[in-house]
């Protein structure tokens, strides 16, 4: 990886990386994240029991068309045709929360890493949403890249998939 920051212009400015000389070749990323509740607001969300509906389908949903919309979003993000997006939200009792994988698929010139953190974060920050008048404690963390592949710098895996440490105990009361 160079040294050098692709979005800013030797003048020091902000600008948009032209990407129109890359080769295209089929680029995936996958991004993680995760958001901690007291265990009796994960029991409410798992059994339907929210009063704004469905949080885990709603997340989803808003996890895909944030994906969808991130060069809107993000400053010198490039227009993306995505293929694919894909969310997956898993509650985890240890934690007490959710976890949220999102993985952004395409064929084009430029990365989808921020289309699957973008949708991380969104599925993530809709189920606080939904979930807040529960439980305003809740903290949304842990967001990252944890796989990408394509494009000239190849192929990246943080730590082959594994989280970095162990998930700390909820501090939240119970």
Request: aromatic share 2%; net charge negative.
């Amino acid at each position: 990886m160079s040294d050098r920051l692709t979005h800013v212009a030797d003048s020091g400015e902000a600008k948009m990386v032209d990407v129109s000389a890359k080769s295209e070749t089929k680029r995936i990323a996958r991004a993680t994240g995760v958001i901690r509740m007291k265990a009796a607001t994960l029991t409410a969300i798992v059994n339907a029991q929210i009063k704004k509906g469905d949080v885990l389908g709603t997340a989803r949903i808003a996890g895909v068309m944030a994906a969808k919309k991130t060069s809107e979003l993000i400053p010198l993000c490039h227009p993306i045709a995505l293929t694919d997006v894909q969310v997956d939200l898993t509650p985890d009792e240890s934690l007490p929360g959710i976890r949220v994988e999102a993985s952004a698929t395409t064929v084009g010139r430029t990365g989808v890493e921020m289309e699957a953190l973008t949708a991380v974060s969104v599925a993530l920050l809709t189920v606080y949403d939904m979930a807040k008048a529960m439980d305003r404690e809740m903290a949304i963390g842990d967001i990252s890249l944890a796989y990408k592949s394509g494009g000239v710098s190849g192929e990246f895996s943080r730590l082959d998939g594994r989280d970095p440490a162990p998930y700390p105990e909820s501090s939240s009361s119970q």
